[in-house]
């Protein structure tokens, strides 16, 4: 198969978006398999969902690219660049950052589930880029398709023409040449503005930290020609480097050479400093540089902070090292040193939302191997102090003592929110249980399009959830950003034997602060085990009160029931105990489990 010399006018550059569920890693991997990128064999269950974390969720979180060759109906060869997107409502900035290197999107609809909220979005996403949306109709061989239904919706809804859209079935393999034909009938070739004698602009697509090979990042030359050996420059560090490899995925990686202008794929400059190539950074030659970058794209701002400290303090300089790997491949990861009288040393780390947070904990306890605590996620809250400063405060921990606060400003959201009108009710009233303003409703055929202010508080945690279930998984969601708004919030502390915890304090409504604080209470009451002598438990609102319970004391040992010389199971029995406290962290006299920390996320609601 040729893999060189596709005139620019045969390339296709584009990405696949939909809802989560949708099937767009399904119809990734048909249309790999269609153009023989990989034999069956190959193919591991869905190749482009690569991390397994993702593969055991069945999510897709990183962008990733793969170049095929297909022989289209015209008896011309194409070169077909496919960048994957990922589903989720926490990773929808991720969409915008793959959708830079493309000049099409197949918006992939499940023809039984119709239009949903990652869909609008994802799709305004790709409209407002200027790329060219194809719409397809997908799981048509199940006996709830309606396409004819889904897609009238997608013109009321969406606004783009879809009646004739491609009706296929990316499991059973119909309708996926039509697919492939459309691709290169509708996407735009770069051809009008790739320019190979211009100076060299490649956008940084995504980046990430191999072992063996350091940086590898995923690019779009938009002008110019990069080939091996010469000398290239990260624009916006100024650094030099030579470029050891390039080529594109297939998906395997395959060396070429050289990428022009138009084309998707990799590059490999022996950068071992992995913030050497920041995503949405560009690249150019030394010798001939291009005057100005490339606009990048959105960037995103972490919406949920949480501490994070490594269960053991031998532990702190890996976690750094494993923040600063991670931190490459995902550019919304942030992260500070902190510091907690209750926990020691750790760091203070941003997320987009709770999925994003999750993931980040179970890679670095999986891949990496570290214990850890992770406090209650905060949203990020501006707060107006008595002299008139203002102050961005992602910690309870640091919010001002309450006299020196004028004013406790929070962030709003704007959430779309579609739904089947049968459940209309309960999603209103979860949002109304929410502290949210409707501000639009419309109804169009069975669906209902519901748009409400919330607090980002209310909907980052557990929204989505809560949302689902309410639904019976037929609502979806998708949210932005929209202003802060002053709110009576409040700092509620918790005290261990009249100690208090920084790591558990919480900013919450001042509506909310007394049955969330005695959830906490009780919620703690439970899991932390009973000691040899009584643990009080307070939730506080300043000096005053507002909850409290106690765990009783401990009366009888443990090993008390091993009787004499059994000493192996004596043994056995301490060594479990220490390993149910490898979880356990020490504050004042008391030991307290990990789960007690997430006691504080996990009640109230
Ligand atoms: N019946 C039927 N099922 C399909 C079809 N395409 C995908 N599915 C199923 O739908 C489910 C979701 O498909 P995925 O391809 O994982 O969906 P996705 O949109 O990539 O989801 P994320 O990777 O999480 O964004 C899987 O169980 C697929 O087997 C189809 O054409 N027909």
Redesign the pocket.
């Known amino acids: 198969m040729s893999q060189v010399g596709i005139a620019k006018k045969n390339i296709r550059n584009f990405s696949v978006i939909?809802?989560?569920?949708?099937?767009?890693?399904?119809?990734?991997d048909r249309l790999i398999q269609t153009c023989g990128g990989l034999t069956q064999r190959e193919m591991a269950e869905?190749v482009l969902?690569s991390m397994d974390i993702?593969r055991e969720r069945?999510?897709?979180i990183k962008a990733q690219s793969v170049t095929l060759y297909y022989d289209a109906n015209d008896g011309e060869r194409y070169q077909l660049n496919f960048i994957d997107t990922?589903?989720?409502v926490d990773f929808s900035y991720e969409v915008s950052r793959s959708l830079a290197g493309c000049e099409g999107a197949l918006l992939?609809v499940d023809a039984a589930q119709g239009v949903e909220a990652q869909t609008l979005a994802n799709c305004y996403t790709a409209i407002d880029m200027d790329l060219e949306v194809v719409p397809v109709l997908?799981?048509?061989?199940?006996p709830s398709a309606e396409p004819e239904r889904v897609a009238q919706e997608i013109e009321d809804i969406v606004g783009i023409e879809a009646h004739d859209a491609v009706r296929?079935?990316?499991?059973?393999g119909i309708g996926i040449d039509e697919v492939l034909e459309r691709i290169v009938k509708q996407v735009p070739s770069p051809e009008a503005e790739a320019d190979d004698e211009a100076p060299l602009q490649a956008l940084i697509i995504d980046s990430w930290f191999d072992n063996y090979q350091g940086v590898v990042s995923l690019v779009r030359i938009k002008k110019g020609v990069l080939r091996v050996g010469e000398k290239m420059k990260v624009m916006s560090t100024g650094q030099d480097h030579i470029v050891d490899k390039v080529g594109i995925f297939t998906p395997k990686q395959t060396e070429t050479g050289v990428l022009r202008a138009g084309e998707v794929g990799y590059v490999i400059a022996g950068i071992k400093e992995i913030h050497g190539a920041p995503v949405g950074d560009t690249l150019t030659h030394s010798k001939r540089p291009a005057d100005k970058m490339l606009p990048g794209f959105k960037k995103v701002q972490p919406q949920v902070y949480a501490g994070m400290f490594p269960i053991s303090s031998d532990d702190y300089e890996n976690f750094r090292d494993a923040l600063d790997k991670l931190s490459l491949n995902d550019a919304s990861l942030f992260f500070e040193p902190e510091n907690s009288g209750a926990l020691g040393f750790g760091f203070r780390c941003g997320f987009l939302g709770m999925l994003h947070m999750e993931i980040i904990q179970e890679r670095l306890e999986r891949e990496y191997d570290i214990d850890l605590i992770t406090t209650a996620p905060t949203v990020v809250y501006k707060v107006e102090t008595t002299k008139g400063e203002i102050k961005m405060v992602d910690n309870p921990a640091y919010l001002p003592p309450v006299n020196e606060i004028q004013a406790i400003y929070e962030p709003i959201v704007e959430a779309n929110i579609l739904v089947p009108q049968e459940h209309v009710g309960n999603v209103i009233t979860l949002c109304v249980e929410r502290r949210g303003m409707q501000t639009n409703m419309v109804y169009h055929g069975k669906q209902v399009a519901l748009t409400y202010e919330l607090p980002m508080a209310e909907v980052v945690m557990d929204f989505f959830d809560r949302l689902k279930s309410t639904s019976r998984g037929y609502a979806s969601l998708d949210y932005q950003f929209k202003r802060f708004d002053e709110s009576d919030m409040v700092r509620v502390d918790i005290l261990i034997n009249g100690e208090r915890v920084d790591a558990l304090a919480m900013i919450l409504h001042r509506s909310q602060a007394q049955y969330r604080g005695r959830d906490v209470v009780d919620k703690m009451r439970e899991l932390i085990p009973r000691q040899m002598f009584d643990i009080a438990i307070q939730a506080t609102i300043g000096n005053h009160v507002i909850a409290r319970s106690t765990v009783k004391q401990l009366r009888k040992n443990v090993t008390a029931k091993c009787y004499g010389g059994d000493v192996s199971r004596k043994k056995k029995l301490l060594q479990k105990q220490k390993e149910g406290k490898k979880r356990m962290k020490q504050l004042g006299n008391v030991e307290v489990p990990q789960e007690a920390f997430l006691a504080v996320l996990k009640t109230g609601k």
């Not at 997908?138 to 199940?142: E, T």
């Not at 296929?168 to 059973?172: E, F, H, L, V």
Request: glycine residues 10%; negative net charge.
């Open positions: 939909a809802h989560i569920d949708h099937g767009k890693s399904t119809l990734s869905q969902d993702e069945g999510i897709t990922p589903g989720h992939v997908n799981k048509i061989d199940l296929c079935s990316a499991k059973t």
